[in-house]
């Protein structure tokens, strides 16, 4: 009943713009299939809403991002790469599995048009990615424990959380996760949504068939599943810092 209100503050809101460019995306989309299901291709369907589909697509990746980038205290995010590997990786998912779609349908036209693509872009985005894990494991804080307690003790050792139980703070932005699982999913995403999926594509490239693009798109959506996730564990909230030990 209220949703529409999410929509209200598109003035000052990323996410209420995002809001409202995720279902004329749908709705563009939708409109393309019916034009080429009508079999309308002349210039609409073949050139004006292709072009307004990529546009929307563009505009609602880069909303998505803002959403996060736009966050100042959370500097893992607040950095220009963030914009980048959120259309990077949104442009690979989206090409790679239509290449999977297209070798399904025996388009073989369409496959070597834009599989040369899938796999420029997705190492674009592999590199991109990695450029931000890199930044963000060299980021020094400009808040610390003595700045988040007012504690300016240079000898500050936290024992507790200061509460007898957890609460909301302690629950929504704490992962849980040790260190190594960390590093196991940062790893792993990269082999999954990038690695695997390059080489396979270089397969379907040499090969033209449509296993390997299949393959691909298989591995690198569970790939993309824990690329996001570790997007969220790896930003440091500055509250992290006075509610850092739970037990």
């Known amino acids: 009943m209220r949703a529409w209100r999410a929509v209200l503050m598109w003035r000052t809101s990323w996410m209420s713009r995002e809001v409202i460019l995720l279902p004329a995306f749908i709705g563009l989309v939708a409109l393309w299939w019916l034009v080429l299901v009508g079999g309308g291709m002349g210039s609409l369907g073949r050139v004006l809403l292709p072009a307004l589909v990529v546009l929307s697509a563009l505009a609602l990746w880069y909303c998505t991002a803002m959403i996060y980038a736009c966050l100042r205290f959370i500097e893992e995010w607040a950095h220009p790469l963030t914009i980048v590997n959120f259309i990077l990786i949104g442009l690979s998912a989206g090409l790679v599995l239509g290449c999977a779609l297209a070798g399904l349908s025996s388009e073989q036209a369409l496959l070597r048009a834009t599989g040369p693509w899938a796999f420029a872009v997705t190492w674009l985005a592999w590199a991109t990615r990695r450029l931000s894990l890199r930044r963000n494991s060299l980021l020094r ?85 824990a690329e996001r996730w570790l997007f969220f564990a790896q930003a440091k909230h500055p509250q992290n810092l006075y509610y850092q030990t739970v037990s």
């Open 141 to 225: 804080h400009k808040s610390n424990l003595q700045s988040a307690t007012g504690i300016r003790s240079e000898r500050l050792v936290q024992k507790s959380m200061g509460m007898s139980a957890g609460s909301f703070n302690t629950r929504e932005f704490f992962h849980g996760a040790s260190a190594a699982a960390l590093r196991h999913v940062r790893w792993g995403f990269q082999m999954l949504a990038f690695g695997l999926p390059v080489l396979l594509m270089g397969w379907g490239l040499v090969n033209a068939g449509a296993w390997p693009w299949l393959l691909a798109a298989l591995l690198q959506a569970p790939g993309l599943l």
